[in-house]
T-cell receptor, first 115, second 114 residues
Protein backbone atom coordinates (compact mmCIF):
# COMPACT_ATOMS: atom_id res chain seq x y z
CA UNK A 1 0.00 0.00 0.00
CA UNK A 2 1.11 3.51 -0.70
CA UNK A 3 1.12 6.29 1.82
CA UNK A 4 2.10 9.95 1.83
CA UNK A 5 2.58 11.83 5.08
CA UNK A 6 2.64 15.59 5.35
CA UNK A 7 3.07 16.05 9.05
CA UNK A 8 2.87 19.84 8.95
CA UNK A 9 -0.79 20.75 8.89
CA UNK A 10 -0.31 24.51 8.89
CA UNK A 11 2.74 26.75 8.70
CA UNK A 12 2.93 30.50 9.07
CA UNK A 13 5.93 32.51 8.00
CA UNK A 14 6.68 36.17 7.56
CA UNK A 15 7.24 37.35 4.03
CA UNK A 16 10.78 36.86 2.76
CA UNK A 17 11.47 33.98 5.12
CA UNK A 18 12.43 30.60 3.71
CA UNK A 19 10.11 27.69 4.41
CA UNK A 20 10.36 23.94 3.87
CA UNK A 21 7.36 21.70 3.46
CA UNK A 22 8.00 18.10 4.41
CA UNK A 23 6.79 15.03 2.57
CA UNK A 24 7.48 11.43 3.56
CA UNK A 25 6.23 8.56 1.48
CA UNK A 26 5.90 4.79 1.70
CA UNK A 27 5.80 2.41 -1.22
CA UNK A 28 6.94 -1.09 -2.10
CA UNK A 29 7.49 -0.18 -5.71
CA UNK A 30 11.02 0.26 -6.95
CA UNK A 31 9.83 2.65 -9.64
CA UNK A 32 7.44 5.39 -8.71
CA UNK A 33 6.71 9.06 -9.20
CA UNK A 34 6.42 11.94 -6.77
CA UNK A 35 4.51 15.15 -7.32
CA UNK A 36 3.81 18.47 -5.68
CA UNK A 37 0.62 20.41 -6.30
CA UNK A 38 -0.43 23.86 -5.14
CA UNK A 39 -3.99 24.81 -4.21
CA UNK A 40 -4.32 28.57 -3.78
CA UNK A 41 -7.31 30.09 -1.96
CA UNK A 42 -9.19 30.20 -5.28
CA UNK A 43 -9.39 26.40 -5.08
CA UNK A 44 -7.83 25.12 -8.28
CA UNK A 45 -5.06 22.52 -8.16
CA UNK A 46 -1.87 23.42 -9.95
CA UNK A 47 0.87 20.95 -10.85
CA UNK A 48 4.31 22.07 -9.69
CA UNK A 49 6.76 19.23 -10.23
CA UNK A 50 7.13 15.54 -11.03
CA UNK A 51 10.11 13.46 -9.96
CA UNK A 52 10.92 9.89 -11.02
CA UNK A 53 12.25 7.52 -8.40
CA UNK A 54 15.40 6.84 -10.37
CA UNK A 55 16.31 10.52 -10.58
CA UNK A 56 17.53 11.83 -7.24
CA UNK A 57 18.83 15.10 -8.52
CA UNK A 58 17.50 18.06 -6.66
CA UNK A 59 15.67 20.63 -8.70
CA UNK A 60 15.43 24.38 -8.51
CA UNK A 61 12.90 26.52 -10.28
CA UNK A 62 13.16 30.16 -9.34
CA UNK A 63 12.36 30.45 -5.65
CA UNK A 64 11.21 26.83 -5.48
CA UNK A 65 13.47 23.87 -4.85
CA UNK A 66 12.86 20.23 -4.20
CA UNK A 67 15.04 17.79 -2.27
CA UNK A 68 14.45 14.12 -3.06
CA UNK A 69 16.14 11.56 -0.81
CA UNK A 70 15.31 7.91 -1.38
CA UNK A 71 17.30 6.90 1.70
CA UNK A 72 14.81 8.68 3.93
CA UNK A 73 11.80 8.39 1.58
CA UNK A 74 11.38 12.11 1.57
CA UNK A 75 10.58 14.68 -1.08
CA UNK A 76 10.72 18.08 0.60
CA UNK A 77 9.78 21.39 -0.96
CA UNK A 78 11.50 24.65 -0.08
CA UNK A 79 10.31 28.12 -0.92
CA UNK A 80 13.02 30.75 -0.68
CA UNK A 81 12.15 34.35 0.15
CA UNK A 82 8.46 33.55 0.52
CA UNK A 83 5.84 35.90 -0.85
CA UNK A 84 2.19 36.44 0.00
CA UNK A 85 1.24 34.82 -3.31
CA UNK A 86 2.77 31.59 -2.03
CA UNK A 87 -0.03 31.29 0.51
CA UNK A 88 -1.80 28.09 -0.42
CA UNK A 89 -2.30 24.47 0.48
CA UNK A 90 0.46 22.30 -0.91
CA UNK A 91 -0.05 18.62 -1.62
CA UNK A 92 2.59 15.98 -2.05
CA UNK A 93 1.54 12.92 -4.05
CA UNK A 94 2.91 9.50 -4.92
CA UNK A 95 2.21 7.61 -8.13
CA UNK A 96 2.57 3.86 -8.51
CA UNK A 97 4.57 2.42 -11.35
CA UNK A 98 2.30 -0.15 -12.87
CA UNK A 99 -0.94 -0.06 -14.76
CA UNK A 100 -2.90 3.11 -14.17
CA UNK A 101 -0.43 4.43 -11.60
CA UNK A 102 -2.94 5.38 -8.97
CA UNK A 103 -1.88 8.57 -7.30
CA UNK A 104 -2.02 8.84 -3.52
CA UNK A 105 -2.17 12.33 -2.06
CA UNK A 106 -1.00 13.56 1.29
CA UNK A 107 -3.37 15.55 3.45
CA UNK A 108 -1.71 18.82 2.52
CA UNK A 109 0.16 21.60 4.28
CA UNK A 110 -1.47 25.00 4.52
CA UNK A 111 1.11 27.73 4.16
CA UNK A 112 0.29 31.25 5.22
CA UNK A 113 2.75 33.97 4.32
CA UNK A 114 2.22 37.05 6.44
CA UNK A 115 3.15 40.41 4.92
CA UNK B 1 -7.09 24.74 -25.08
CA UNK B 2 -9.69 24.90 -22.34
CA UNK B 3 -7.91 22.14 -20.41
CA UNK B 4 -10.21 20.30 -18.01
CA UNK B 5 -13.67 21.73 -17.56
CA UNK B 6 -16.25 20.78 -14.96
CA UNK B 7 -19.89 21.66 -14.58
CA UNK B 8 -21.62 22.73 -12.46
CA UNK B 9 -19.39 24.75 -10.13
CA UNK B 10 -21.87 24.56 -7.27
CA UNK B 11 -24.75 22.22 -6.58
CA UNK B 12 -27.13 21.63 -3.72
CA UNK B 13 -29.02 18.34 -3.60
CA UNK B 14 -31.51 16.82 -1.27
CA UNK B 15 -30.89 13.39 0.18
CA UNK B 16 -31.92 10.75 -2.29
CA UNK B 17 -31.66 12.88 -5.40
CA UNK B 18 -29.41 11.85 -8.25
CA UNK B 19 -27.26 13.96 -10.51
CA UNK B 20 -24.34 13.89 -12.90
CA UNK B 21 -21.18 15.92 -12.58
CA UNK B 22 -19.74 16.67 -15.98
CA UNK B 23 -16.06 16.60 -16.87
CA UNK B 24 -14.42 17.18 -20.23
CA UNK B 25 -10.85 17.61 -21.43
CA UNK B 26 -9.48 18.72 -24.76
CA UNK B 27 -5.88 17.60 -24.35
CA UNK B 28 -6.39 14.10 -25.77
CA UNK B 29 -5.32 12.58 -22.46
CA UNK B 30 -5.78 8.86 -22.02
CA UNK B 31 -6.29 8.88 -18.29
CA UNK B 32 -9.07 10.59 -16.40
CA UNK B 33 -9.96 10.49 -12.72
CA UNK B 34 -12.46 11.72 -10.21
CA UNK B 35 -11.39 12.77 -6.73
CA UNK B 36 -13.21 14.13 -3.75
CA UNK B 37 -11.59 16.57 -1.35
CA UNK B 38 -12.69 16.70 2.25
CA UNK B 39 -11.16 18.81 5.03
CA UNK B 40 -8.07 17.20 6.50
CA UNK B 41 -8.20 14.21 4.14
CA UNK B 42 -6.46 15.36 1.02
CA UNK B 43 -7.79 14.05 -2.27
CA UNK B 44 -9.26 10.59 -2.48
CA UNK B 45 -9.72 8.74 -5.72
CA UNK B 46 -13.30 7.77 -6.55
CA UNK B 47 -13.09 6.26 -10.06
CA UNK B 48 -10.69 6.41 -12.92
CA UNK B 49 -10.44 5.55 -16.59
CA UNK B 50 -7.46 4.53 -18.69
CA UNK B 51 -9.26 5.07 -21.98
CA UNK B 52 -12.64 5.15 -23.67
CA UNK B 53 -14.73 2.24 -22.51
CA UNK B 54 -12.44 1.35 -19.60
CA UNK B 55 -13.14 2.39 -16.03
CA UNK B 56 -12.24 1.11 -12.60
CA UNK B 57 -12.83 1.86 -8.95
CA UNK B 58 -10.60 3.95 -6.78
CA UNK B 59 -10.41 4.27 -3.03
CA UNK B 60 -13.97 5.50 -2.32
CA UNK B 61 -16.28 4.31 -5.16
CA UNK B 62 -19.47 3.55 -3.23
CA UNK B 63 -22.42 5.66 -4.27
CA UNK B 64 -20.86 6.77 -7.54
CA UNK B 65 -20.91 5.51 -11.11
CA UNK B 66 -18.83 6.51 -14.10
CA UNK B 67 -18.67 5.77 -17.79
CA UNK B 68 -16.33 6.84 -20.54
CA UNK B 69 -17.79 6.67 -24.01
CA UNK B 70 -15.33 9.16 -25.51
CA UNK B 71 -11.77 10.23 -24.81
CA UNK B 72 -12.95 13.71 -23.93
CA UNK B 73 -15.77 13.10 -21.43
CA UNK B 74 -15.87 11.39 -18.06
CA UNK B 75 -19.11 12.08 -16.15
CA UNK B 76 -19.59 11.13 -12.51
CA UNK B 77 -23.05 10.03 -11.42
CA UNK B 78 -24.36 10.20 -7.89
CA UNK B 79 -27.03 7.54 -7.70
CA UNK B 80 -28.82 8.57 -4.49
CA UNK B 81 -27.18 11.50 -2.79
CA UNK B 82 -26.31 11.29 0.89
CA UNK B 83 -25.02 13.99 3.26
CA UNK B 84 -21.72 12.07 3.43
CA UNK B 85 -21.20 12.97 -0.23
CA UNK B 86 -20.99 16.66 0.60
CA UNK B 87 -17.56 17.50 -0.72
CA UNK B 88 -15.58 19.24 -3.41
CA UNK B 89 -15.17 17.07 -6.49
CA UNK B 90 -12.25 17.36 -8.85
CA UNK B 91 -11.85 15.79 -12.24
CA UNK B 92 -8.33 15.28 -13.56
CA UNK B 93 -6.72 14.06 -16.74
CA UNK B 94 -3.21 12.98 -17.60
CA UNK B 95 -1.05 11.40 -20.21
CA UNK B 96 0.09 7.83 -19.74
CA UNK B 97 2.93 6.94 -17.42
CA UNK B 98 5.56 6.95 -20.12
CA UNK B 99 4.60 10.49 -21.04
CA UNK B 100 4.93 11.85 -17.57
CA UNK B 101 1.37 11.46 -16.24
CA UNK B 102 1.19 14.51 -14.04
CA UNK B 103 -2.47 15.33 -13.62
CA UNK B 104 -4.29 18.41 -14.78
CA UNK B 105 -7.29 19.29 -12.69
CA UNK B 106 -10.57 20.95 -13.42
CA UNK B 107 -11.80 23.85 -11.27
CA UNK B 108 -13.90 21.61 -9.05
CA UNK B 109 -17.56 21.20 -8.17
CA UNK B 110 -18.71 22.07 -4.68
CA UNK B 111 -21.58 19.76 -3.77
CA UNK B 112 -23.78 20.08 -0.72
CA UNK B 113 -26.28 17.38 0.17
CA UNK B 114 -28.93 18.35 2.70
Amino acid sequence: AQKVTQAQTEISVVEKEDVTLDCVYETRDTTYYLFWYKQPPSGELVFLIRRNSFDEQNEISGRYSWNFQKSTSSFNFTITASQVVDSAVYFCALGASGGYQKVTFGTGTKLQVIP
Amino acid sequence: NAGVTQTPKFQVLKTGQSMTLQCAQDMNHEYMSWYRQDPGMGLRLIHYSVGAGITDQGEVPNGYNVSRSTTEDFPLRLLSAAPSQTSVYFCASSYSRDQGYEQYFGPGTRLTVT
